[in-house]
């Protein structure tokens, strides 16, 4: 009913950018908010960035000045700028947001599979 799916990771050198998509389809009603979580290899996932319907940002301390959240909602899709990357940076990225499906009252919580970044020293 509902999917979100990411795009744009990869392999990229440290110091480098890219830039995360994910787009939300299917039988939506409403989106609230969205955001990127992160789990590197033999840790916990971690809220990276969030964005809500009205633009409010906030992100992880350690992201803060690196990454940048951004959304464009009549596409229904968020974007995560990445910049000077760290090997450190190297995870799993996962795309989450609340979403009220057609014909539902209340917004449910759907993620996307994930896109891997790998950072390079």
């Known amino acids: 009913q509902v999917q979100l799916v990411e795009s744009g990771g990869g392999l990229v050198q440290a110091g480098g950018s890219l830039r995360l998509s994910c787009a939300a389809s299917?039988?939506?009603?409403?989106?609230?908010?969205m955001g990127w979580y992160r789990q590197a290899p033999g840790k916990q996932r971690e809220l990276v960035a969030a964005?809500?319907?009205?633009?409010?940002?906030n992100y992880a301390d350690s992201v803060k000045g690196q990454f940048t959240i951004s959304r464009d909602n009549a596409k229904n899709t968020i974007y995560l700028q990445m910049n000077s990357l760290k090997p450190e940076d190297t995870a799993v990225y996962y795309c989450?947001?609340?979403?009220?499906?057609?014909?539902?009252?209340?917004?449910?919580?759907?993620w996307g599979q994930g896109t891997l970044v790998t950072v390079s020293s």
């Open positions: 964005i809500s319907s009205g633009g409010s940002t």
């Open positions: 299917g039988s939506i009603g409403g989106i609230s908010n």
């Open positions: 989450n947001a609340d979403v009220r499906p057609r014909l539902h009252s209340r917004y449910l919580e759907f």
